[in-house]
């Protein structure tokens, strides 16, 4: 199982490829054009401000999921998080989001909401 670290502004340009590549399939079955479009460089960095402790990847040889949280308060969110298309149904989803739920449940959040397509 790949190792779950906090996400570093290092990561982001791999992290901006995975969320491409893990929602290509969603895109393409409702009738979009063939592949994801790529978020920019500022989403990214705008998503790891909101929670710099919050947002986490999992890595081997590279990253192959990550997950952003936020949180106001005692409100926690979830969301977006992607696992790399080969990786998925290892239970690698299940740990990212562990992992937010835990780190927003020591922050204090009373409730967490989790944002899917």
Do not use: K
Request: glycine share 12%.
């Amino acid at each position: 199982m790949p190792a779950v670290r906090t996400m570093t502004h290092e990561d982001i340009e791999e992290v901006i490829n995975l969320d491409a590549l893990a929602f290509t399939d969603y895109w393409r079955q409702t009738g979009h054009a063939e592949t994801f479009p790529a978020r920019t460089p500022q989403n990214i960095l705008a998503a790891l401000a909101l929670n710099p402790q919050g947002c986490f990847v999992a890595a081997d040889d590279r990253i192959v999921g990550y997950v952003f949280s936020r949180r106001w308060g005692e409100i926690g969110w979830i969301g977006t998080f992607g696992i790399h298309p080969d990786r998925r149904g290892r239970g690698l989803g299940r740990l990212l989001l562990e992992t937010a739920v835990r780190h927003l449940c020591g922050a204090g959040c009373t409730v967490i909401g989790l944002e899917t397509m």
